[in-house]
């Protein structure tokens, strides 16, 4: 599915973002019973370290800080949308013989909101797209604009494993930290523009990953082709989720863009941060070059795969 924004001009901006405060590496992982798998195993993947809550910290006061920041950074929010990958994430836990309705279902989003002081603001929660959660928060959230409006969104971003879970998926070979991030969408033309989304989704439960490989080609190309870009001349920047690194190489080799930057920064030190490896990624690597092509590739188990295509600002 292809969505376009080529005519209703969006713009991503005031990126932040906020790890758990406690990291540990894959032999401390290992000896508290953390890891399904070996340690050399996920080593060879990349991985290292991964940053979990600390002992005193919640997820809760994770999200607020990059919220807080991000809105700081520009008057007036309209809305805010929220995503998660793990459910226990979406909403606070609750006593089982809790008798109050209302106290069972503590969403995080209304708790993060009460905990700043935000109120009166309609709010959204985006859930089953796992990690590739970038792609569909901003789905939901470009879709609250209206081309005769100036409207500002705060997109939030968080997941901390429930205790006691292990950190690393045994097959994909993944290991994740508790993190949490924020950015602005808005009219406001800064950062990057948001030129179209592609989204597709299965629910088989294992894809193999040749067709990861292929369907990224093809959905890239199409983006390409619909927005009529001549990748071949562009200057391209490609952003890749902390995960599979083998085959987001083999995608960057079989797309044929001359001028492009291959980005998966930091698997080493922060492993997988699901949605938030992008907004990191975008954080990190704006360098006020008008019109640069960034091309962002969000996978979640489920199965789904998302690229956008953002052309970048002069203003971050």
Same mark, same amino acid.
């Given at each position: 599915?292809?969505?376009?924004?080529?005519?209703?001009?969006?713009?991503?901006?005031?990126?932040?973002?906020?790890?758990?405060?406690?990291?540990?590496?894959?032999?401390?992982?290992?000896?508290?019973?953390?890891?399904?798998?070996?340690?050399?195993?996920?080593?060879?993947?990349?991985?290292?370290?991964?940053?979990?809550?600390?002992?005193?910290?919640?997820?809760?006061?994770?999200?607020?800080?990059?919220?807080?920041?991000?809105?700081?950074?520009?008057?007036?929010?309209?809305?805010?949308?929220?995503?998660?990958?793990?459910?226990?994430?979406?909403?606070?836990?609750?006593?089982?013989?809790?008798?109050?309705?209302?106290?069972?279902?503590?969403?995080?989003?209304?708790?993060?909101?009460?905990?700043?002081?935000?109120?009166?603001?309609?709010?959204?929660?985006?859930?089953?797209?796992?990690?590739?959660?970038?792609?569909?928060?901003?789905?939901?959230?470009?879709?609250?604009?209206?081309?005769?409006?100036?409207?500002?969104?705060?997109?939030?971003?968080?997941?901390?494993?429930?205790?006691?879970?292990?950190?690393?998926?045994?097959?994909?070979?993944?290991?994740?930290?508790?993190?949490?991030?924020?950015?602005?969408?808005?009219?406001?033309?800064?950062?990057?523009?948001?030129?179209?989304?592609?989204?597709?989704?299965?629910?088989?439960?294992?894809?193999?990953?040749?067709?990861?490989?292929?369907?990224?080609?093809?959905?890239?190309?199409?983006?390409?082709?619909?927005?009529?870009?001549?990748?071949?001349?562009?200057?391209?920047?490609?952003?890749?989720?902390?995960?599979?690194?083998?085959?987001?190489?083999?995608?960057?080799?079989?797309?044929?863009?001359?001028?492009?930057?291959?980005?998966?920064?930091?698997?080493?030190?922060?492993?997988? *941060?699901?949605?938030?490896?992008?907004?990191?990624?975008?954080?990190?690597?704006?360098?006020?070059?008008? !019109?640069?092509?960034?091309?962002?590739?969000?996978? !979640?188990? !489920?199965?789904? @795969?998302?690229? *956008?295509? @953002?052309?970048?600002?002069?203003?971050?």
């Amino acid at each position: 599915m292809i969505v376009t924004y080529k005519d209703d001009p969006v713009f991503l901006h005031s990126f932040n973002y906020a790890l758990g405060g406690l990291r540990r590496n894959l032999d401390e992982l290992k000896d508290q019973n953390l890891l399904l798998g070996d340690v050399a195993t996920l080593r060879e993947a990349g991985y290292e370290y991964n940053f979990a809550l600390g002992s005193n910290e919640t997820l809760l006061q994770l999200a607020s800080r990059p919220v807080l920041e991000t809105g700081q950074m520009s008057d007036g929010i309209d809305a805010m949308v929220f995503q998660h990958c793990y459910q226990e994430s979406a909403v606070l836990p609750y006593a089982p013989n809790e008798p109050d309705v209302a106290l069972r279902n503590r969403y995080f989003a209304a708790e993060v909101m009460r905990e700043l002081k935000l109120d009166h603001l309609p709010y959204l929660c985006s859930f089953a797209s796992g990690c590739a959660g970038f792609a569909s928060i901003l789905l939901t959230a470009a879709g609250l604009f209206d081309s005769s409006e100036a409207r500002s969104t705060i997109c939030v971003m968080a997941d901390s494993m429930p205790p006691g879970v292990p950190f690393n998926m045994l097959r994909e070979r993944i290991l994740q930290s508790d993190q949490s991030s924020a950015f602005r969408l808005g009219r406001e033309r800064r950062g990057y523009r948001l030129l179209e989304i592609n989204f597709y989704s299965t629910v088989r439960i294992a894809v193999r990953f040749v067709e990861i490989v292929r369907r990224a080609v093809e959905m890239i190309n199409a983006l390409a082709a619909e927005l009529r870009l001549e990748m071949t001349q562009s200057d391209v920047a490609l952003h890749y989720p902390n995960m599979f690194p083998d085959i987001w190489r083999m995608v960057t080799r079989y797309l044929t863009m001359p001028r492009r930057e291959h980005i998966m920064e930091n698997i080493r030190e922060r492993a997988h *941060c699901m949605a938030t490896d992008s907004v990191v990624t975008l954080k990190n690597h704006h360098q006020r070059r008008e !019109g640069r092509i960034h091309v962002i590739v969000s996978y !979640g188990i !489920g199965l789904h @795969l998302g690229v *956008c295509i @953002l052309r970048e600002e002069a203003a971050p």
